[in-house]
């Protein structure tokens, strides 16, 4: 007999706002199965006020309002049972950040918790990351958001060891990433993967797993570094309204896809990985499983 649950993740990014929907599908001597149901993507940016001015705008504080609203009705429409809002980079770093939290938990009554690289880290390592993972290779794990990046170095199956990074998409598109945190990242990296003679490449974020669509490679199959110079060159040749038109990417995906792809060759190029692979993984899939699993507090809506 199934027995069947809704479980929501809110992911509030530097870059975007997400609202993931999964189905929990349990069967006695089976497997737990998670179905996505829905997946809705507001492109606010908070990353754009924060890392410029230290704080969240009037404007995108009333927006944030807004979209938890929205996604507090929708959760109810589709009976969500339980449900853990994480808020990364942007929110963390804001000197507003929790009043804005607050604000939000008394209009919207959406509890928030802002988190910490390294508890990004762990959620994002609660997905579906081991069933795409061969445990006779060593692996970069490179987790790409708009205020920071997630690094994991994965040996045999297990986590040697992870860092974030203040190197992020909107942080590089408003030039505010020093050469210094570009050493810092290429001397980790350098370090923790030159003991192994072969590593490849993960990578999740939604602009990886935008190029990846637009590579038409099947499910499982790697992109190259060469594919991914040729196809960085290629975004750069373009105009910004020629990626939009020509390329089919959206307003928000159509800047920040040029400083993701940079952050991916370069941990290619100083891992020296030769193959990225992309498997369509995120924060959102994190939080559902690691509450599922209670390793993470969660908020019930029953």
Partial sequence: MLKIKKYAAIDIGSNAVRLLISNIIEQKGKPTLFKKSSLVRVPIRLGADVFINNKISKENEQRMLDTM??????????????????????????DNGLEVTKLIAKHSKIKIDIIDGEEEAAIIAATDLQSYIDESKTYLYVDVGGGSTEFTVIHEGKTITSRSFKIGTVRL????????????????????????????????????????????????????????????????????????????????????????ARIYLSAMKWSGAKDIYVPKIGLSDGIIKSVYYETVSSVSLV
């Avoid at 408003?174 to 990578?203: P, S």
Wanted: charged share 25%.
């Fill in 69 to 94: 609203n929205a996604f507090r009705l929708l959760m109810s429409a589709h009976k969500v049972v339980t449900y853990k809002a994480c808020a990364t980079s942007a929110m963390r770093e804001a």
């Fill in 173 to 260: 598109l408003n030039d505010i990433v020093n050469k210094e945190a570009w050493f810092d990242l290429e001397q980790w990296i350098k370090a923790n993967t030159k003991d192994y003679e072969k590593i490849d490449l993960i990578g999740s974020g939604g602009n990886i797993n935008k190029i990846f669509k637009i590579s038409g490679k099947p499910v499982g199959k790697p992109l190259t570094y060469f594919y991914l110079t040729s196809f960085y060159q290629m975004l750069q040749s373009y105009s910004y309204e020629e990626r939009i038109t020509v390329l089919d990417l959206n307003q928000d995906r159509a800047d920040v896809i040029i400083p993701a």
